[in-house]
T-cell receptor, first 116, second 115 residues
Framework: NAGVTQTPKFQVLKTGQSMTLQCAQD?????MYWYRQDPGMGLRLIYY???????DKGEVPNGYNVSRLNKREFSLRLESAAPSQTSVYFC???????????????FGPGTRLTVL | AQSVSQHNHHVILSEAASLELGCNYS??????LFWYVQYPGQHLQLLLK??????LVKGIKGFEAEFIKSKFSFNLRKPSVQWSDTAEYFC?????????????FGTGTRLLVSP
């Protein structure tokens, strides 16, 4: 049981390049999340998917797109990377979805992204 | 909007000192409360959680937290810290209603324990 896995672990991009961050969970969880972590700002929600087939914007969605490919996988895409998107990105999942009560989340190891 | 405040951004302690990290939230309804820990270079791990029942919650590694509803607080405590407790600690809150509720994180407290 690997939990939540993310690829890649590290990435360096030039301004304007695009890339997709991959996330997968093997816990049969319903909801999945993408966060970014910046010094002094905690974790900020980018996008989330409450259930397979649905996605919604979080607190800081600009410059990102997501795809909930199936129940296991939730990818985050940067179409045209900017230096302001330099951050550590965490994927998380929760057994709860719509109508859930607890929303305990389980986190992946993170992707450290640098945009030059 | 729901918010979570962690007033101590940086805390420095010597080994064996006692720890208390503050967490306050703004939502007045029923909530679920969490403390996550992030060791250097690692991902977030759940330290403890409160859903209902006894407001004094015990977690892993000797940590505990007390939910005080009247103060909207969920402070984290440990009687005697170790060097290995050096990490960043995040409080998180979600409302406990029908419908989908997101987890809201505080900005974190960075703890440094000197040997």
């Amino acid at each position: 049981n690997a939990g939540v896995t993310q690829t890649p672990k590290f990435q360096v991009l030039k301004t304007g390049q695009s890339m997709t961050l991959q996330c997968a969970q093997d816990m049969n969880h319903n909801s999945m999340y993408w966060y970014r972590q910046d010094p002094g700002m905690g974790l900020r929600l980018i996008y989330y998917s409450a259930s397979e087939g649905t996605t919604d914007k979080g607190e800081v969605p600009n410059g990102y797109n997501v795809s909930r490919l199936n129940k296991r996988e939730f990818s985050l895409r940067l179409e045209s990377a900017a230096p302001s998107q330099t951050s550590v990105y965490f994927c998380a999942s929760s057994p709860d979805g719509i109508g859930g009560v607890y929303n305990e989340q389980f986190f992946g190891p993170g992707t450290r992204l640098t945009v030059l | 909007a729901q918010s979570v405040s962690q007033h101590n951004h940086h805390v420095i302690l010597s080994e064996a000192a006692s720890l208390e990290l503050g967490c306050n939230y703004s939502y007045g309804g029923t909530v679920n409360l969490f403390w996550y820990v992030q060791y250097p270079g690692q991902h977030l791990q759940l330290l403890l959680k409160y859903f209902s029942g006894d407001p004094l919650v015990k977690g892993i590694k000797g940590f505990e937290a007390e939910f005080i509803k009247s103060k909207f607080s969920f402070n984290l405590r440990k009687p005697s810290v170790q060097w290995s407790d050096t990490a960043e600690y995040f409080c998180a809150v979600t409302r406990r209603n029908t419908g989908f509720q997101k987890l809201v994180f505080g900005t974190g407290t960075r703890l440094l324990v000197s040997p």
